[in-house]
């Protein structure tokens, strides 16, 4: 029994396609020599875990409809008419793309997360720079430290009293991010930017607003008022203690 032959053997075992007799007569060859015993075993181990994998991943998401006819399509191309693969190397194949387009299917559809911009600012870290009545200051502060140009908000036309009081380097995830700081009359509002990867899936609290002519998501997460958007290639995040109202205000500002 080659390397194959044990692949194709574990796949039809996996997915319960071999006969009592066939299974017996595995067993009496695995029993006679352990180095194809040992190969069965990890192949085992192996394609047990990537299905489990595969599970875990598609257990809670929503297969959206054109995924599901490419794989039923896949399907009727490796078996045409059959509605479904009869052999152990087809089905292989199938959960190979259905892996594959799951995997994409997750990349480009990334849920926002709020945790990571309200943990930083929840704690409240110093500026790594004030702009000292200038925000040139802060826009310089950035050139050069993210391979992305950090826009500033015209604030003063949409929020009174919201003033920006500095700027540092933070990290979202693993994502380099600029951080704005601003204030009006004691409660922080903290903005984060940082490039867009991937669209974003909407969180089911966060609701659909229309600020600038561009969409902004609102909703809440440990205490604070959220919004996030997109825009010309960067994501941007507001937390704060200030209206949802004016967070939207200070999207629209951008």
């Known amino acids: ?119 930083v600012h ?18 310089s502060f950035f050139q050069g430290r993210l391979g992305f140009d950090v826009p500033l908000p015209t604030v003063e036309r949409h929020i009174p009293n919201l003033r920006l009081v500095g700027a540092r380097l933070a990290h979202i995830k693993d994502r380099d991010t600029a951080y704005l700081m601003y204030e009006k009359r004691g409660s922080r509002v903290s903005v984060f930017a940082f490039p867009k990867r991937v669209g974003f899936r909407r969180p089911e609290h966060f609701v659909p607003h229309e600020a600038g002519g561009r969409q902004v998501l609102v909703g809440r997460h440990r205490g604070y008022n959220v919004t996030y958007f997109e825009d010309d290639g960067l994501v941007y995040s507001v937390v704060g203690e200030i209206e949802p109202v004016e967070l939207k205000q200070l999207a629209a500002s951008f």
Not at 128 to 136: L, Q, S
């Open 1 to 119: 029994m080659d390397g194959r032959e044990v692949e194709q053997w574990v796949e039809l075992s996996l997915d319960g396609e071999l006969a009592q007799e066939e299974e017996r007569r595995i067993r009496r060859e695995l029993a006679a020599s352990p180095d194809v015993a040992a190969t069965f075993d990890r192949e085992m181990r192996f394609q047990s875990g990537f299905r489990h994998k595969l599970k875990q991943a598609t257990d809670d998401m929503a297969t959206p409809s054109h995924l599901r006819a490419q794989v039923v399509a896949t399907l009727n191309e490796v078996h045409p008419g059959s509605g479904r693969a009869t052999s152990g190397r087809a089905l292989a194949a199938c959960i190979a793309l259905a892996g594959l387009a799951v995997v994409s299917w997750v990349t480009v559809q990334e849920e926002f997360d709020p945790e990571g911009p309200v943990s």
């Open 122 to 139: 929840s704690t409240n870290p110093p500026p790594d720079v004030r702009p000292r009545g200038n925000p040139a200051t802060v826009r």
